[in-house]
């Protein structure tokens, strides 16, 4: 019987000792994604981001843009010298505690879609304590016709269907459906009137009301936005999770999108308007890039008299801040590598342990030691997890 119990108790330190084996892999796995875990921090210095404590490396160099906001402001002129464009505002903020730069970055312009964003925040935020809402279900019928779109959604709605309000985020988001859009407006008009208010007043935006035309925004203030959702600080983690994977899915890929690697994930809201009284034409295109371990934002608006115009325009900012990006990446050096091996040598060192000891003597109080020691610092969110 003795031997029995011996037998199950040595059975069941084999099987933990192979949950351990993945663990250790997977540790391994976010040591080299991450760049650092909490085993070797040092705990001496008190003012200083945490993260650098624990053998976190920047990817980029952190310098100020100086020259490339040099070279945007050369390239803008000599657009508007050819009458290629007539305005044209940038945004730009390294994600991972960098830099920031602007280039007009206080210029309004109508944000027309842009404001659909604000619109499905203000849902995703009720439905963080009343989820069933995003389930309820709307007829498109008759609504008020918004702006013509020249930009035409890639999956329209049909009218005479019923979508639930989770759907209709979706075509408001992936495909910028005005119609999507104004159903959601209208219901929350009908049903919660202040709420979008307050969702502007909370984002840093002047409510527009209800004449759109008289909307205004900027770079900088629309950017923050991008950084809200990234940072988790406005939406909670699902919803802003949820938010960021539909903009991701976003059909317009012409503007930013064009001046990245097609391999590289872009989270964008782009706005359109043409029929404005100075017979001007404004394309807007403000996101995430997500630059390998180093995602930034960037916003671009403009103002023209040719969309196509202003859509290369957009398209060549982006690409010469991607490039510019990219050349900062830090090449990884040998401490990073040493750090790497003294983290494996860490996990090989439990998983013996682990593997080696009795499960009788593996108390709830050993493994949250052992997790608690291979804990993983996650420099996207600043704190362990």
Known sequence: MNIQIKNRGWKVSVVLGAMFVLAALNILTLITWRGATATDCDVGHNFINPRFECGFKNIIDKREYSELKSQLRTYIEQKEN??????????????????????????????????????????LEMAEDTPALLQQRITYGNIVAGPSQVFAPGDPLQKGMTYTIDELITHTMVYSDNNAAQLLYEYL???????????????????????????????????????????????????????????????????????????????????????????????????IVYYPGNPYQLCVMTRGADFKNLQEIIAEISRMVYEEV????????????????????????????????????????????????????????????
């Not at 970055?105 to 619109?119: G, N, Q, T, W």
């Not at 050349?327 to 860490?346: C, E, G, H, T, Y």
Request: net charge negative; aromatic share 8%.
């Open 82 to 123: 050819e009458g290629t464009v007539s305005d044209v505002s940038i945004w730009f903020r390294d994600l991972e505690a960098g830099p920031t730069f602007g280039i007009d970055e206080r210029e309004d312009f109508v944000p027309a879609s842009l404001l659909k964003l604000p619109l499905v925040i203000t849902f």
């Open 189 to 287: 008009l009908r049903y919660y009137p202040e709420a979008l208010s307050d969702t502007y007043r909370d984002l840093g935006i002047i409510d527009p009301g209800t004449n759109l035309n008289m909307a205004s925004v900027n770079t900088k203030e629309y950017g923050s936005i991008f950084r809200m959702l990234y940072n988790v600080s406005f939406l909670d983690v699902e919803m802003s999770e949820k938010l960021l994977a539909l903009l991701v899915r976003s059909d317009f890929k012409d503007g930013i999108g064009r001046g990245i690697p097609g391999n590289l994930v872009l989270a964008n809201k782009f706005g359109e308007r043409s029929d404005l009284s100075d017979n001007q034409r404004q394309l807007h295109d403000c996101g």
């Open 326 to 385: 990219d050349s900062r990446r830090i090449a990884s050096s040998p401490q990073n590598s040493d750090f790497s091996v003294r983290m494996l040598k860490n996990a090989l060192s439990v998983l013996g342990q682990a593997f080696w000891t009795p499960a009788s003597d593996i108390s709830a109080r050993n493994l949250t030691a052992l997790n608690a020691k291979n804990a993983i610092f996650d420099p996207k969110r600043g704190n362990l997890e």
